[in-house]
């Protein structure tokens, strides 16, 4: 049984396989041909957390495909884990209602803890600040589709590293590919924490850490911007003191390369100026697109269609 949890769990032909399917299925919504390879399956989407883009582009992925979804939002209060019922508990009886587990959770491990009971696949929607696979996915196809390669590329990460549960999933996944240049740029407070880094290095990285946005902006490829995570600080006032250090400007955008492109997973708050939207290098919208290829991708893959 496969489950989604890990990006670093991918092989580079797993990784390849899914982006292949990502383009079939992108073929078929645009000519209204999807096959309905999931008919008579349940897609479950359980999110103990907020999602917009996550949970709707898997259950219309899933529609789709023809499944029927079953969906459980805000379920820390909607769902018995209000009650107190443990992950694992939750796990077991979604198992046996839908043939596919698709679950968002603050924890970070909760994916694993819903793997060791699980009797069907789970694909991890984020846990904690942890990781967040399916994003990854589907920001690799972004650069991809955008930039024509997956390799030689320098790729700017900029804002609250620590937390971007999409930043460690990205990561792995980019280090398969020859040559890329990893630019991690934040406040001291918001940095990755030395060890990421030292494990990183050891996987043959390379990487430059930088504090100033405008540093890493004039070489870059891709610049994938995050959002302050609020929610993960431990009092507002250490979110207050970090929440407005970086914000890319419109005037920032004359010293960039003019085939970058800007990626976002989203929600942006503030720290891309709103009239960069209408930009063609900002890719945040199409790359949210793509995240319902590459979700009808892993619904397929992961049931082995
Ligand atoms: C991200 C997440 O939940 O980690 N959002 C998403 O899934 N597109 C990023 C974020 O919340 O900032």
Redesign the pocket.
């Known amino acids: 049984m496969k489950n989604i949890i890990s990006s670093s769990e991918l092989s580079k032909e797993e990784v390849e396989k899914i982006l292949e399917r990502a383009k079939e299925m992108e073929e078929h919504c645009k000519k209204g041909t999807v096959p309905h390879l999931l008919k008579n399956k349940i897609v479950a989407c359980i999110f103990f957390e907020p999602?917009t883009?996550?949970r709707l582009s898997f259950e219309t992925a899933s529609i789709k495909l023809g499944a029927g979804v079953i969906s459980a939002e805000n379920a820390t209060v909607n769902s018995s884990s209000f009650k107190g019922e443990t992950i694992e508990d939750t796990t077991r009886i979604l198992s046996s209602y839908a043939d596919i587990i698709v679950m968002r959770h603050p924890e970070a491990g909760s994916a694993k803890r819903a793997v060791s009971v699980s009797t069907k696949p789970i694909i991890n929607a984020?846990d904690g600040a942890n990781e967040?696979p399916s994003?990854a996915l589907l920001d690799l196809y972004t650069i991809k589709k955008e930039k024509g390669r997956l390799d030689n590329l320098i790729i700017a990460f900029g804002g609250d590293l620590v937390h971007s549960?999409?930043l460690h999933s990205l990561v792995p996944l980019l280090l398969q590919y020859p040559n890329n240049t990893f630019y991690f740029i934040s406040p001291l407070e918001l940095a990755l924490p030395r060890e990421y880094i030292e494990d990183l290095k050891e996987k043959g990285a390379t990487i430059k850490e930088m504090s100033s946005l405008k540093d890493g902006l004039k070489e870059a490829d891709v610049l994938y911007m995050?959002?302050v995570?609020k929610e993960r600080f431990n009092s507002d006032d250490d979110y207050d003191k970090v929440k407005d250090l970086f914000i890319l400007k419109t005037k920032d955008l004359e010293e960039m390369k003019k085939d970058v492109i800007i990626m976002h997973?989203?929600?942006k708050i503030n720290e891309i100026e709103k009239e960069i939207d209408d930009d063609p290098r900002a890719a945040y919208f199409r790359q949210a697109e793509n995240g319902l290829y590459i979700r009808m991708a892993l619904l397929v893959d992961v049931l082995g269609l």
């Open positions: 999602s883009r996550t984020g967040h994003q549960r999409t995050t959002r995570q997973p989203l929600p």
